[in-house]
């Protein structure tokens, strides 16, 4: 079956580090990527998504690139904001999979950004 | 344009107890979804209703019920609430099934004691 694997936080960064959050996936067909964000008390947000290999997804300074051959979809940040802080889940969907067309999240990764 | 609105917010229920957790979205999206969220699990497709009429059991649906009153609203329904039902629930809607970009409610955290 389908299943994501994210890199195990918690994660803690100064203002203006670098981030990257690793996410690798299994998938029988050819699934699309996501990334959603949850601020503290909030539903979930879509972040970005890409729909086939090596496709780019960004949004708000954030970026994945859908890598194919090592199924990664890692997202990426040149400098980090304190209001970056959250919980970030990467996922997938796949349309071949008839029934089994549900979304699978990965089990989240806390960012903190200390200022 | 609220998004995806749920009610309650917050509740807490003794073992055995039952109560409804309501959906509602007015995008005009086909496809609603329940999840449950626990910590280090991720979210989890407890039900989900492809389009108005029709419902269909995700993952973790024992102890579950679910209504699709209409296209903008699909309830979930605990008939005996167990503590291992102790979680945040969120509801999410799509524009179709299958579709990966769903948009979700702010969350009901539930208490079992």
């Known amino acids: 079956g389908n299943s994501v694997t994210q890199m195990e936080g918690p994660v803690t960064l100064s203002e203006e580090a670098f981030l990257t959050i690793n996410c690798t996936y299994t998938?029988?067909?050819?699934?699309?990527l996501f990334w959603y964000v949850q601020y503290p008390g909030e539903g979930l947000q879509l972040l970005l998504k890409a729909t086939k290999a090596d496709d780019k997804g960004s949004n708000k300074g954030f970026e994945a690139t859908y890598r194919k051959e090592t199924t990664s979809f890692h997202l990426e940040k040149g400098s980090v904001q304190v209001s970056d802080s959250a919980v970030y889940f990467c996922a997938l969907s796949d349309p071949s999979s008839g029934s089994a067309r549900q979304l699978t999240f990965g089990s989240g990764t806390q960012l903190t950004v200390l200022p | 344009n609220a998004g995806v609105t749920q009610t309650p917010k917050f509740q807490v229920l003794k073992t055995g107890q039952s109560m409804t957790l309501q959906c509602a979205q007015d995008?005009?999206?086909?496809?609603m979804y329940w999840y449950r969220q626990d910590p280090g699990m991720g979210l989890r497709l407890i039900y989900y209703s492809a389009s108005e009429g029709t419902t269909d059991k995700g993952e973790v649906p024992n102890g579950y019920n679910v209504s699709r009153l209409n296209k903008r609203e699909f309830s979930l329904r605990l008939e005996s609430a167990a503590p291992s039902q102790t979680s945040v629930y969120f509801c999410?809607?799509?524009?179709?099934w299958g579709s990966g970009e769903q948009f979700f409610g702010p969350g009901t955290r539930l208490t079992v004691l």
């Open positions: 995008m005009n999206h086909n496809s």
């Open positions: 999410a809607s799509s524009e179709f």
């Open positions: 998938a029988t067909g050819y699934p699309s």
